[in-house]
Protein backbone atom coordinates (compact mmCIF):
# COMPACT_ATOMS: atom_id res chain seq x y z
CA UNK A 1 0.00 0.00 0.00
CA UNK A 2 2.83 2.46 0.73
CA UNK A 3 4.56 1.94 -2.64
CA UNK A 4 1.12 2.74 -4.28
CA UNK A 5 0.55 5.90 -2.20
CA UNK A 6 3.56 6.96 -2.83
CA UNK A 7 3.08 6.48 -6.68
CA UNK A 8 -0.29 8.88 -6.46
CA UNK A 9 1.03 11.44 -4.28
CA UNK A 10 4.16 11.61 -6.06
CA UNK A 11 1.46 11.92 -9.84
CA UNK A 12 -0.38 14.59 -7.30
CA UNK A 13 2.45 16.79 -6.52
CA UNK A 14 3.88 16.35 -10.16
CA UNK A 15 0.72 18.22 -11.16
CA UNK A 16 0.35 20.55 -8.40
CA UNK A 17 4.16 21.99 -9.37
CA UNK A 18 3.36 22.11 -12.76
CA UNK A 19 -0.01 23.24 -12.81
CA UNK A 20 -0.04 25.10 -9.63
CA UNK A 21 -3.57 25.25 -8.93
CA UNK A 22 -4.03 24.56 -5.36
CA UNK A 23 -1.40 25.65 -2.89
CA UNK A 24 -1.08 29.52 -4.27
CA UNK A 25 -4.81 29.52 -4.32
CA UNK A 26 -4.55 28.67 -0.55
CA UNK A 27 -1.81 31.41 -0.05
CA UNK A 28 -3.36 33.72 -2.17
CA UNK A 29 -6.60 33.79 -0.08
CA UNK A 30 -5.13 33.50 3.28
CA UNK A 31 -3.27 36.92 2.86
CA UNK A 32 -6.01 38.42 1.26
CA UNK A 33 -7.99 37.61 4.77
CA UNK A 34 -5.24 38.81 6.60
CA UNK A 35 -5.32 42.35 4.38
CA UNK A 36 -9.09 42.35 5.18
CA UNK A 37 -8.74 41.80 8.75
CA UNK A 38 -6.09 44.65 8.61
CA UNK A 39 -8.53 46.97 7.85
CA UNK A 40 -12.01 45.11 8.68
CA UNK A 41 -10.80 45.07 12.46
CA UNK A 42 -9.61 48.87 11.99
CA UNK A 43 -6.26 48.40 14.44
CA UNK A 44 -2.94 47.61 13.31
CA UNK A 45 -2.28 44.63 15.67
CA UNK A 46 -4.07 41.84 17.06
CA UNK A 47 -3.06 39.43 19.73
CA UNK A 48 -4.65 36.67 22.39
CA UNK A 49 -7.85 35.20 21.31
CA UNK A 50 -8.45 37.25 18.55
CA UNK A 51 -4.95 36.76 16.97
CA UNK A 52 -5.99 33.42 17.43
CA UNK A 53 -9.12 32.85 15.56
CA UNK A 54 -8.05 34.89 12.77
CA UNK A 55 -5.29 32.56 11.84
CA UNK A 56 -7.01 29.24 12.95
CA UNK A 57 -10.22 30.40 11.28
CA UNK A 58 -7.91 31.72 8.16
CA UNK A 59 -6.24 28.48 8.04
CA UNK A 60 -8.90 26.42 8.09
CA UNK A 61 -11.04 28.19 5.03
CA UNK A 62 -8.15 27.80 2.85
CA UNK A 63 -7.67 24.43 3.31
CA UNK A 64 -11.50 23.84 2.05
CA UNK A 65 -9.90 24.96 -0.98
CA UNK A 66 -6.96 22.70 -1.33
CA UNK A 67 -9.58 19.56 0.04
CA UNK A 68 -11.90 21.02 -3.04
CA UNK A 69 -9.68 20.22 -5.53
CA UNK A 70 -8.07 16.87 -4.17
CA UNK A 71 -9.93 14.62 -6.33
CA UNK A 72 -10.43 16.46 -8.97
CA UNK A 73 -8.13 14.77 -11.57
CA UNK A 74 -9.45 11.25 -10.14
CA UNK A 75 -13.25 11.93 -11.26
CA UNK A 76 -12.44 14.26 -14.57
CA UNK A 77 -10.05 12.36 -15.97
CA UNK A 78 -10.59 8.95 -14.95
CA UNK A 79 -8.02 8.43 -12.38
CA UNK A 80 -10.97 6.90 -9.60
CA UNK A 81 -11.55 4.03 -12.98
CA UNK A 82 -8.12 2.92 -13.56
CA UNK A 83 -7.35 2.71 -10.19
CA UNK A 84 -10.78 0.94 -9.38
CA UNK A 85 -9.24 -1.57 -12.23
CA UNK A 86 -5.43 -1.74 -10.81
CA UNK A 87 -4.87 -4.31 -7.81
CA UNK A 88 -4.36 -2.07 -5.22
CA UNK A 89 -5.82 -1.50 -1.91
CA UNK A 90 -7.64 2.15 -2.45
CA UNK A 91 -6.92 3.19 0.86
CA UNK A 92 -3.65 3.89 -0.49
CA UNK A 93 -5.55 6.73 -2.29
CA UNK A 94 -6.44 8.25 0.83
CA UNK A 95 -3.21 8.04 2.32
CA UNK A 96 -1.25 9.61 -1.00
CA UNK A 97 -4.67 12.35 -0.91
CA UNK A 98 -3.68 13.33 3.04
CA UNK A 99 -0.06 13.49 2.63
CA UNK A 100 -0.54 15.63 -0.21
CA UNK A 101 -2.63 18.15 1.91
CA UNK A 102 -0.65 17.92 4.73
CA UNK A 103 2.13 18.81 1.87
CA UNK A 104 -0.16 21.56 1.04
CA UNK A 105 -1.21 23.01 4.14
CA UNK A 106 2.58 23.20 5.37
CA UNK A 107 3.51 25.06 2.06
CA UNK A 108 0.73 27.28 3.32
CA UNK A 109 1.65 27.88 6.45
CA UNK A 110 5.33 28.86 5.30
CA UNK A 111 4.22 31.87 4.09
CA UNK A 112 1.21 32.67 6.09
CA UNK A 113 2.55 32.60 9.09
CA UNK A 114 5.32 35.06 8.24
CA UNK A 115 2.58 37.47 6.71
CA UNK A 116 0.47 36.95 9.60
CA UNK A 117 3.56 38.32 11.72
CA UNK A 118 4.15 41.18 9.32
CA UNK A 119 0.72 42.06 8.52
CA UNK A 120 -1.89 41.61 11.71
CA UNK A 121 0.33 39.88 15.03
CA UNK A 122 1.55 42.25 17.84
CA UNK A 123 3.87 40.17 20.06
CA UNK A 124 5.37 38.51 17.03
CA UNK A 125 5.69 34.62 16.29
CA UNK A 126 9.64 34.33 16.94
CA UNK A 127 9.09 33.44 20.82
CA UNK A 128 6.23 31.53 19.98
CA UNK A 129 7.56 28.86 17.17
CA UNK A 130 8.59 25.71 19.12
CA UNK A 131 5.41 25.36 20.51
CA UNK A 132 4.04 26.83 17.48
CA UNK A 133 5.35 23.75 15.58
CA UNK A 134 3.79 20.77 16.72
CA UNK A 135 0.47 22.35 17.48
CA UNK A 136 0.32 22.77 13.39
CA UNK A 137 1.75 19.92 12.52
CA UNK A 138 -0.66 18.07 14.60
CA UNK A 139 -3.51 20.16 13.55
CA UNK A 140 -2.54 19.87 9.96
CA UNK A 141 -2.72 15.98 10.39
CA UNK A 142 -6.10 15.69 11.33
CA UNK A 143 -7.24 18.18 8.81
CA UNK A 144 -5.63 16.20 6.14
CA UNK A 145 -7.25 13.06 7.70
CA UNK A 146 -10.17 14.03 7.83
CA UNK A 147 -10.06 16.09 4.84
CA UNK A 148 -9.18 13.60 2.44
CA UNK A 149 -12.19 11.13 3.43
CA UNK A 150 -14.43 13.49 3.24
CA UNK A 151 -13.56 14.97 -0.41
CA UNK A 152 -14.04 11.57 -1.26
CA UNK A 153 -17.23 11.14 -0.05
CA UNK A 154 -18.60 14.75 -1.70
CA UNK A 155 -16.58 14.08 -4.83
CA UNK A 156 -19.62 12.50 -6.84
CA UNK A 157 -21.83 15.00 -5.77
CA UNK A 158 -23.45 18.15 -7.34
CA UNK A 159 -23.01 20.59 -4.84
CA UNK A 160 -19.70 19.16 -3.70
CA UNK A 161 -18.37 22.37 -2.16
CA UNK A 162 -20.93 22.39 -0.08
CA UNK A 163 -21.38 19.24 0.78
CA UNK A 164 -17.47 19.45 2.05
CA UNK A 165 -18.38 22.61 3.94
CA UNK A 166 -21.14 21.10 5.58
CA UNK A 167 -19.62 17.98 6.72
CA UNK A 168 -16.05 18.79 7.35
CA UNK A 169 -16.80 22.13 9.42
CA UNK A 170 -18.34 20.51 12.75
CA UNK A 171 -15.58 17.37 12.00
CA UNK A 172 -12.98 19.91 12.50
CA UNK A 173 -14.43 21.71 15.22
CA UNK A 174 -12.60 19.82 17.94
CA UNK A 175 -9.30 20.34 16.11
CA UNK A 176 -9.61 23.99 15.90
CA UNK A 177 -10.90 24.14 19.69
CA UNK A 178 -7.57 22.11 20.70
CA UNK A 179 -5.33 24.43 18.38
CA UNK A 180 -7.24 27.59 19.39
CA UNK A 181 -6.75 26.77 23.07
CA UNK A 182 -2.76 25.84 22.70
CA UNK A 183 -2.28 28.77 20.59
CA UNK A 184 -4.16 31.35 22.36
CA UNK A 185 -1.30 32.07 25.21
CA UNK A 186 1.54 32.01 22.33
CA UNK A 187 0.12 34.93 21.17
CA UNK A 188 -0.40 36.68 23.97
CA UNK A 189 3.11 37.86 24.74
CA UNK A 190 4.45 34.30 24.00
CA UNK A 191 3.19 33.02 27.27
CA UNK A 192 3.76 28.97 27.46
CA UNK A 193 0.68 27.40 28.05
CA UNK A 194 0.11 25.57 30.89
CA UNK A 195 -1.74 23.09 29.22
CA UNK A 196 -0.05 22.72 26.53
CA UNK A 197 0.63 19.06 26.90
CA UNK A 198 -2.94 18.30 27.17
CA UNK A 199 -3.93 19.85 23.98
CA UNK A 200 -0.85 18.32 22.08
CA UNK A 201 -2.71 14.75 23.40
CA UNK A 202 -5.70 15.50 22.31
CA UNK A 203 -4.95 16.56 19.14
CA UNK A 204 -2.80 13.22 18.92
CA UNK A 205 -6.18 11.52 19.81
CA UNK A 206 -7.95 12.97 17.24
CA UNK A 207 -5.54 12.40 14.81
CA UNK A 208 -5.33 8.81 15.35
CA UNK A 209 -9.11 7.98 15.56
CA UNK A 210 -9.61 9.21 12.22
CA UNK A 211 -6.69 8.15 10.50
CA UNK A 212 -8.06 4.45 11.98
CA UNK A 213 -11.37 5.68 10.66
CA UNK A 214 -10.20 6.51 7.77
CA UNK A 215 -8.45 3.65 6.95
CA UNK A 216 -11.21 1.34 7.48
CA UNK A 217 -13.96 3.05 5.89
CA UNK A 218 -12.10 4.53 2.73
CA UNK A 219 -12.21 1.61 0.36
CA UNK A 220 -15.96 0.65 1.04
CA UNK A 221 -16.34 4.72 0.12
CA UNK A 222 -14.85 4.22 -3.55
CA UNK A 223 -16.73 1.12 -3.95
CA UNK A 224 -19.89 1.89 -6.63
CA UNK B 1 -14.14 -16.42 -20.06
CA UNK B 2 -17.62 -14.84 -20.18
CA UNK B 3 -20.48 -16.15 -18.88
CA UNK B 4 -23.81 -13.89 -18.36
CA UNK B 5 -26.96 -15.39 -17.66
CA UNK B 6 -29.83 -12.66 -17.54
CA UNK B 7 -28.05 -9.94 -16.26
CA UNK B 8 -29.94 -6.82 -15.13
CA UNK B 9 -28.44 -4.11 -13.92
CA UNK B 10 -30.28 -0.58 -12.79
CA UNK B 11 -30.53 3.12 -12.09
CA UNK B 12 -32.86 4.18 -9.92
CA UNK B 13 -35.68 3.43 -11.76
CA UNK B 14 -34.14 3.64 -15.07
CA UNK B 15 -33.05 -0.19 -16.24
CA UNK B 16 -29.80 0.46 -18.00
CA UNK B 17 -29.32 -3.74 -19.14
CA UNK B 18 -31.78 -6.07 -18.88
CA UNK B 19 -32.14 -9.97 -19.75
CA UNK B 20 -28.98 -9.81 -21.25
CA UNK B 21 -27.92 -13.41 -21.86
CA UNK B 22 -23.88 -14.23 -23.84
CA UNK B 23 -20.78 -16.63 -23.58
CA UNK B 24 -17.68 -15.86 -24.59
CA UNK B 25 -14.58 -18.20 -24.46
CA UNK B 26 -10.75 -17.21 -24.54
CA UNK B 27 -9.29 -15.40 -27.48
CA UNK B 28 -13.10 -14.71 -28.83
CA UNK B 29 -14.55 -11.20 -30.02
CA UNK B 30 -17.67 -10.27 -28.80
CA UNK B 31 -18.76 -7.57 -30.28
CA UNK B 32 -21.71 -5.37 -28.98
CA UNK B 33 -23.72 -3.28 -31.07
CA UNK B 34 -26.62 -1.04 -30.20
CA UNK B 35 -27.76 3.59 -30.68
CA UNK B 36 -26.86 5.87 -27.89
CA UNK B 37 -28.13 5.45 -24.57
CA UNK B 38 -28.70 1.62 -25.53
CA UNK B 39 -26.63 0.15 -22.53
CA UNK B 40 -22.98 -0.54 -24.34
CA UNK B 41 -21.25 1.35 -22.33
CA UNK B 42 -22.99 0.06 -19.06
CA UNK B 43 -22.35 -3.47 -20.05
CA UNK B 44 -18.70 -2.77 -20.48
CA UNK B 45 -18.50 -1.41 -16.84
CA UNK B 46 -20.37 -4.30 -15.96
CA UNK B 47 -17.98 -6.62 -17.14
CA UNK B 48 -14.93 -4.68 -15.85
CA UNK B 49 -16.23 -5.01 -12.06
CA UNK B 50 -16.91 -1.61 -12.03
CA UNK B 51 -20.78 -1.40 -11.82
CA UNK B 52 -22.54 -4.36 -9.90
CA UNK B 53 -25.27 -6.12 -11.73
CA UNK B 54 -28.52 -6.15 -9.86
CA UNK B 55 -29.83 -9.48 -11.10
CA UNK B 56 -28.70 -12.50 -12.95
CA UNK B 57 -25.67 -14.05 -13.13
CA UNK B 58 -22.43 -12.62 -14.38
CA UNK B 59 -19.10 -14.92 -14.71
CA UNK B 60 -16.01 -12.79 -15.99
CA UNK B 61 -12.57 -14.81 -15.72
CA UNK B 62 -13.48 -17.21 -13.38
CA UNK B 63 -15.12 -14.36 -10.77
CA UNK B 64 -18.82 -14.19 -10.56
CA UNK B 65 -19.70 -10.79 -9.80
CA UNK B 66 -20.59 -8.41 -8.12
CA UNK B 67 -19.67 -10.56 -5.24
CA UNK B 68 -15.66 -11.62 -6.39
CA UNK B 69 -15.45 -8.38 -8.80
CA UNK B 70 -12.20 -7.73 -6.74
CA UNK B 71 -10.50 -10.55 -8.70
CA UNK B 72 -10.81 -8.60 -11.89
CA UNK B 73 -8.77 -6.24 -10.73
CA UNK B 74 -5.65 -6.10 -12.78
CA UNK B 75 -6.77 -8.64 -15.64
CA UNK B 76 -8.91 -6.34 -17.75
CA UNK B 77 -7.28 -3.39 -19.90
CA UNK B 78 -10.13 -1.08 -20.55
CA UNK B 79 -10.11 1.42 -23.22
CA UNK B 80 -12.73 4.05 -22.67
CA UNK B 81 -14.93 7.00 -24.11
CA UNK B 82 -12.02 9.39 -22.05
CA UNK B 83 -8.54 7.85 -22.09
CA UNK B 84 -8.60 7.50 -18.73
CA UNK B 85 -5.26 9.79 -18.53
CA UNK B 86 -4.10 12.59 -16.70
CA UNK B 87 -3.83 15.60 -18.73
CA UNK B 88 -0.93 17.46 -17.28
CA UNK B 89 1.36 14.47 -17.22
CA UNK B 90 2.95 13.18 -20.27
CA UNK B 91 2.34 9.91 -21.94
CA UNK B 92 5.38 8.48 -20.16
CA UNK B 93 4.39 9.94 -16.90
CA UNK B 94 0.99 8.45 -16.98
CA UNK B 95 2.63 4.97 -18.11
CA UNK B 96 4.60 5.21 -15.33
CA UNK B 97 2.03 5.40 -12.96
CA UNK B 98 -0.28 3.16 -14.12
CA UNK B 99 2.74 1.03 -14.49
CA UNK B 100 3.30 1.17 -10.74
CA UNK B 101 -0.13 0.50 -9.99
CA UNK B 102 -0.21 -2.79 -12.09
CA UNK B 103 3.51 -3.36 -10.55
CA UNK B 104 4.94 -3.53 -14.02
CA UNK B 105 8.54 -3.06 -14.95
CA UNK B 106 9.94 0.28 -16.41
CA UNK B 107 10.90 -1.48 -20.09
CA UNK B 108 7.54 -2.74 -20.98
CA UNK B 109 6.40 1.09 -20.60
CA UNK B 110 9.04 1.53 -23.60
CA UNK B 111 7.72 -1.60 -25.07
CA UNK B 112 4.01 -0.31 -25.32
CA UNK B 113 4.56 3.02 -26.69
CA UNK B 114 6.78 2.04 -29.18
CA UNK B 115 3.99 -0.77 -29.95
CA UNK B 116 1.87 2.65 -30.30
CA UNK B 117 3.95 4.74 -32.22
CA UNK B 118 4.34 7.10 -29.50
CA UNK B 119 7.78 6.92 -28.39
CA UNK B 120 8.93 10.32 -30.09
CA UNK B 121 6.25 12.24 -28.33
CA UNK B 122 5.80 10.33 -25.09
CA UNK B 123 7.91 13.22 -23.09
CA UNK B 124 5.25 15.57 -24.69
CA UNK B 125 2.13 16.55 -21.87
CA UNK B 126 -1.15 15.04 -23.34
CA UNK B 127 -2.50 18.64 -23.90
CA UNK B 128 -0.19 19.15 -26.73
CA UNK B 129 -1.32 15.68 -28.54
CA UNK B 130 -3.84 15.61 -31.24
CA UNK B 131 -6.96 13.03 -30.30
CA UNK B 132 -5.71 10.24 -32.16
CA UNK B 133 -2.45 10.13 -30.52
CA UNK B 134 -4.25 10.26 -27.03
CA UNK B 135 -6.21 7.40 -28.27
CA UNK B 136 -2.92 5.51 -28.99
CA UNK B 137 -1.71 6.12 -25.49
CA UNK B 138 -5.25 5.09 -24.04
CA UNK B 139 -4.48 2.25 -25.86
CA UNK B 140 -0.95 1.64 -24.49
CA UNK B 141 -2.27 2.15 -21.04
CA UNK B 142 -4.90 -0.43 -21.42
CA UNK B 143 -2.46 -3.03 -22.55
CA UNK B 144 0.21 -2.01 -20.09
CA UNK B 145 0.06 -4.54 -18.04
CA UNK B 146 -0.76 -7.52 -20.62
CA UNK B 147 -4.47 -8.06 -19.54
CA UNK B 148 -6.54 -11.05 -20.01
CA UNK B 149 -9.50 -9.34 -21.06
CA UNK B 150 -9.62 -6.38 -22.97
CA UNK B 151 -13.05 -4.24 -23.02
CA UNK B 152 -12.72 -1.34 -26.03
CA UNK B 153 -15.65 1.15 -25.99
CA UNK B 154 -15.42 2.64 -29.92
CA UNK B 155 -11.79 2.30 -29.70
CA UNK B 156 -11.13 2.70 -33.38
CA UNK B 157 -12.71 6.42 -33.21
CA UNK B 158 -10.52 9.31 -33.72
CA UNK B 159 -8.10 7.16 -35.32
CA UNK B 160 -6.75 7.65 -39.09
CA UNK B 161 -6.45 4.17 -41.02
CA UNK B 162 -2.25 4.10 -40.93
CA UNK B 163 -3.08 4.18 -36.71
CA UNK B 164 -5.62 1.66 -36.74
CA UNK B 165 -3.20 -0.60 -38.90
CA UNK B 166 -0.66 0.07 -36.21
CA UNK B 167 -3.00 -0.66 -32.83
CA UNK B 168 -4.13 -4.08 -34.64
CA UNK B 169 -1.78 -5.94 -32.97
CA UNK B 170 -1.71 -4.43 -29.75
CA UNK B 171 -5.86 -4.16 -29.10
CA UNK B 172 -6.96 -5.60 -32.31
CA UNK B 173 -7.80 -9.49 -33.33
CA UNK B 174 -4.40 -9.84 -34.30
CA UNK B 175 -3.39 -9.17 -30.27
CA UNK B 176 -4.78 -12.86 -30.13
CA UNK B 177 -6.46 -11.48 -26.22
CA UNK B 178 -10.50 -12.01 -25.48
CA UNK B 179 -12.07 -9.13 -26.49
CA UNK B 180 -15.68 -6.53 -26.09
CA UNK B 181 -15.68 -4.26 -28.44
CA UNK B 182 -18.22 -1.62 -28.48
CA UNK B 183 -19.10 0.09 -31.70
CA UNK B 184 -21.04 1.62 -34.23
CA UNK B 185 -19.46 0.46 -37.24
CA UNK B 186 -21.46 -2.50 -37.97
CA UNK B 187 -19.50 -3.54 -41.03
CA UNK B 188 -16.33 -3.14 -39.40
CA UNK B 189 -17.55 -4.84 -36.14
CA UNK B 190 -18.81 -7.92 -37.64
CA UNK B 191 -15.72 -8.56 -39.54
CA UNK B 192 -13.95 -9.16 -36.09
CA UNK B 193 -16.78 -10.65 -34.51
CA UNK B 194 -16.78 -14.22 -33.29
CA UNK B 195 -19.79 -13.48 -30.93
CA UNK B 196 -22.51 -10.73 -31.61
CA UNK B 197 -24.98 -9.06 -29.30
CA UNK B 198 -27.29 -6.02 -30.24
CA UNK B 199 -28.17 -3.91 -27.67
CA UNK B 200 -31.61 -1.63 -27.64
CA UNK B 201 -32.85 -0.03 -24.50
CA UNK B 202 -30.70 -2.48 -22.46
CA UNK B 203 -32.13 -5.43 -23.96
CA UNK B 204 -30.07 -7.75 -25.98
CA UNK B 205 -32.20 -8.14 -28.63
CA UNK B 206 -29.84 -9.66 -31.05
CA UNK B 207 -27.75 -12.27 -29.46
CA UNK B 208 -25.29 -13.70 -31.81
CA UNK B 209 -27.16 -13.07 -35.00
CA UNK B 210 -25.61 -11.32 -37.60
CA UNK B 211 -28.60 -10.82 -40.06
CA UNK B 212 -30.48 -9.37 -36.94
CA UNK B 213 -27.54 -6.65 -35.99
CA UNK B 214 -27.42 -6.09 -40.00
CA UNK B 215 -31.29 -5.62 -40.04
CA UNK B 216 -31.27 -3.57 -37.03
CA UNK B 217 -28.45 -1.52 -37.04
CA UNK B 218 -26.83 -1.36 -40.34
Known sequence: MIATARAILRKDLTIEVRRRESVPAMVLFTVTVFVLFHFGLDRDTVEGDIATGVIWVTLLLAALLGINRLYVAERDQGGFVGMRLAPIDLTALWLAKAVALFVYLVALEIVALPAFDLLLLGPGLDGALPELLPILLLANLGVAAVGALVAALAIETRARELIVALLLLPLLVPVILAAAQATEPLLTGGQSPDDLAQWLGFLALYDVVFVLVSVAVFDFLLDE | ?218
Do not use: C
Open chain 2, 1 to 218: MIALEAVERRFGERVALRDVSVHVEKGQTLVVFGPNGAGKTTLLRVLAGLLRPHSGAATVLNASLPRESWKLRGKVGYVAHEPLLYRDLTPRENLRFHARLHRVAEPRIDAVLHAVGMTDRADDELTELSRGMVQRVAAARAVLHDPALLLLDEPWAGLDPAAIEMLEPVIGSASGKTRVVVTHDVAGGLSEADVTLGLRDGAGVAVGDEVAVRELYG
